[in-house]
């Protein structure tokens, strides 16, 4: 099976940008994987901010983008918000079967 | 809009089964697929499996074949998630999600314990 890697954890201040990645044990990402972001905060079930590789819902904040990045897929947040200090998960897609990431946990200080 | 309403809380003891069940409402009920995802206490995410709901065609996570079944009741677009042969590492908190954007159920807590 394959392993979904992100950056454990990952501090940004207010008001800045931060880039989350997505890396896959099998090479590179590609929008084939459908790469989806999701957001959790303590307590809560997580909730999608990204799918396919960059398309957003209505609730997903204007200062999150989804990218494909140096062969991965990438979460740019700009203008972080105190709010925005969540963890972090993304899910790639293998034909059919599907693979998250162990988490990033983001720290906006 | 998308809704997925799961069943609630259960407290099952080690050797049992479980079943959750999550009914959707908002859309076309066949014309998407559910995956079941969970997460330990303190743990990440891990996705379980996925079953096409106009089929009842599934696909499960290496890690649990033989020991999960997902099924719909398209009569009352319900779906379902059974796991049998439960132990203390299947406490966790278990979700239901439509594919096409990835729309998440509430959760239910399952714990397993003595």
């Excluded at chain 2, 609630?8 to 959750?20: D, H, I, Y």
Aim: charged share 15%.
């Amino acid at each position: 099976q394959a392993v979904v890697t992100q950056e454990p954890s990952l501090t940004v201040s207010p008001g800045g940008t931060v880039t989350l990645t997505c890396g896959s044990s099998t090479g590179t990402v590609t929008g084939g994987h459908w790469p989806y972001w999701f957001q959790q905060q303590p307590g809560q079930a997580p909730r999608t901010l990204i799918y396919d590789t960059s398309n957003k819902h209505s609730w997903t904040p204007a200062r999150f983008s989804g990218s494909l990045l140096g062969g991965k897929a990438a979460l740019t947040l700009s203008g972080a918000q105190p709010e925005d200090e969540a963890e972090y998960y993304c899910l790639l897609s293998y034909r059919g079967a599907w693979v998250f990431g162990g988490g990033t946990k983001l720290t906006v200080l | 809009q998308v809704q997925l309403v799961q069943s609630g809380a259960e407290v099952k003891k080690p050797g049992a089964s479980v079943m959750v069940s999550c009914k959707a409402s908002g859309y076309t009920f066949t014309g998407y697929y559910i995956h079941w995802v969970r997460q330990a206490p303190g743990q990440g995410l891990e996705w379980m499996g996925w079953i096409k709901l106009s089929s009842g065609g599934t696909n499960y996570a290496q890690k649990f074949q033989g020991r999960v079944t997902m099924t719909r009741d398209t009569s009352i677009s319900t779906a379902y998630m059974e796991l049998s042969r439960l132990n203390s590492d299947d406490t966790a908190v278990y979700y239901c999600v439509r594919d096409s954007g990835w729309f998440w159920g509430q959760g239910t807590l399952v714990t397993v314990s003595s």
